[in-house]
């Protein structure tokens, strides 16, 4: 029997470990499922003779070396922070390892001791990023095995609801770490390239510059900007594309809505509020509000944020319970992010048969023959219910066909890398394709370079 280690038990895991026990007996695996919380993992493998759960603390190095060293591959499906420290690990006990975060610089810095090992170190081989990587880089390789020239790429992502599980004026639930959610967009500025021209977002204004994207057979999103969008010029080889720009998808409205929060300043992580272990939802809201010795809490907010009473935007912010004086946050030395984020748990948590959809939007410029032509590509999966979710699908899938095309010697370069060379992204997205996660593609009028947009 072949041993997988597959390290943390989050909303991700559920579907990549359901791969793994399908092909457990002609295959021969066995899979250890480590979480700090014991319970989690044996949720996730049922009764298989196949698969054990066991509880393990990450921070314990004795622990956690023992069981690295026990089986032949790693999977890490921790927090991005803790991947270094399991790298190490392989990296000294000579096993190859698979993750779904980006590549940290200190995980590149491995590089060269994983290639003179000849292990495989495998990144950014899940949703976004992951199967964006690998669904971009099919097209621009076949673009390019034509002759063709990019001159604009863009890419958005999104962690939606399906509209049968679409019963908030949000248009929202959390399929992913609510903290990513609450605190995204920060720490940086938006940047890309449009048109050959740098541009620039900074976080403050993130919200109220979207864009629309309308999907085939599933109507129209919204998109803002992400804030790495430059750094895909070398990952994708485009350094010379004029436009560049990648986003993240939600329905039409959303945006406006949580730009309430940025503007009030609730989406801040940087110090801790006094005494929010016994503050209501209506005094943390409250908070942020200019003192009056009349006006009462809504009142004060819809002045501030010139919100007016039959606007939709304030029926969004009434069925948060913002103002609900008797629900108590009950978080000790809490950051303004973090009450937030405990309240839109509160609303946004997936029902036990909720259904997610991931939806993601490729655009493809390019030059060939003289013509400028242009290729969209889209993607949309719908989950199954709470625990098997379209976002572990799509997060756990390709991590779970990488990690078993490693064991079987079918992927073979070794270091530290992403999926975007053929050899990768052809078996795994062939293989996606079984399991419907499959990209429809649509020849478009180019509408790129134009001198007078700029």
């Given amino acids: 029997m072949r041993k997988i280690l597959i390290i943390g038990a989050g909303k991700s895991t559920a579907q990549l470990i359901q791969y793994l026990l399908d092909k457990a007996e002609i295959q021969q695996l066995q899979l250890i ?8 993992a044996a949720r996730l493998i049922k009764n298989t003779s196949y698969a054990e759960a066991i509880a393990l603390n990450i921070l314990d190095a004795q622990a956690r070396q023992q069981q690295i060293a026990s089986v032949d591959i790693v999977v890490s499906m921790l927090p ?33 001791a994983v290639k003179a090992k000849g292990l495989i170190f495998m990144n950014e081989i899940g949703l976004d990023p992951g199967i964006d990587h690998m669904s971009a880089m099919r097209v621009i390789d076949r673009i390019r095995d034509q002759g063709g020239k990019i001159v604009l790429f863009e890419s958005f992502c999104g962690g939606l609801l399906a509209p049968d599980s679409d019963t908030n004026l949000w248009n929202y639930k959390f399929t992913w770490n609510p903290r990513n959610v609450v605190l995204a967009g920060q ?3 938006a940047e890309f390239i449009q048109e050959g021209t740098y541009k620039y977002i900074p976080y403050h ?10 999907v085939e057979g599933h109507g129209r999103f919204e998109a803002y900007a992400n804030r790495n969008s ?16 990648r986003g993240t998808m939600r329905r039409v409205g959303f945006s406006r809505a ?55 935007l304030w029926d969004k912010l009434l069925e948060l319970d913002l103002f609900n004086g008797s629900k108590l946050l009950r978080l000790k030395n809490a950051t303004p992010a973090q009450c937030l984020q405990r309240i839109l748990e509160d609303k946004w948590t997936l029902e036990e048969t909720d259904k997610d959809m991931i939806v993601m939007y490729h655009k493809f410029g390019y030059e060939l023959n003289g013509a400028q032509k242009q290729i969209d590509a889209t ?76």
Wanted: with cysteine.
């Fill in 230 to 245: 430059l750094k895909y010029r070398s990952i994708y080889g485009l350094e010379d594309v004029l436009t560049l720009y």
């Fill in 187 to 189: 720490g940086g500025v």
């Fill in 205 to 214: 204004r993130l919200f109220r510059r979207t864009e629309f994207l309308d």
């Fill in 80 to 112: 991005a922070h803790l991947h270094y420290t399991v790298a190490k690990d392989c990296l000294t006990l000579s096993k190859s390892l698979v993750t779904a975060s980006y590549i940290s610089d200190e995980m590149l810095q491995l590089d060269e």
């Fill in 379 to 454: 993607m949309v999966s719908v989950g199954e219910n709470q625990t098997y979710t379209a976002m572990a699908k799509t997060v756990g899938l390709p991590v779970a066909i990488a990690t078993l095309k490693i064991l079987n010697k079918e992927i073979t370069q070794p270091g530290v890398q992403l999926p975007v060379t053929r050899a990768v992204y052809e078996p795994i997205l062939k293989e996606l394709e079984n399991y419907g996660i499959v990209f429809r593609e649509y020849e478009v009028p180019y509408l790129g370079y134009n001198p007078h947009h700029l």
């Fill in 258 to 312: 949580w730009n309430l929060f940025v503007q009030l300043g609730m989406t801040d992580d940087s110090y801790t509020l006094q005494d929010t272990e016994h503050m209501s939802y209506r005094e943390f809201t409250n908070l942020f509000l200019p003192y009056s010795p009349t006006d009462s809490v809504q009142l004060k907010l819809r002045h501030m944020l010139k919100i007016d009473q039959d606007d939709l």
């Fill in 33 to 40: 499922v480590a979480d700090q919380i014991l319970e989690n």
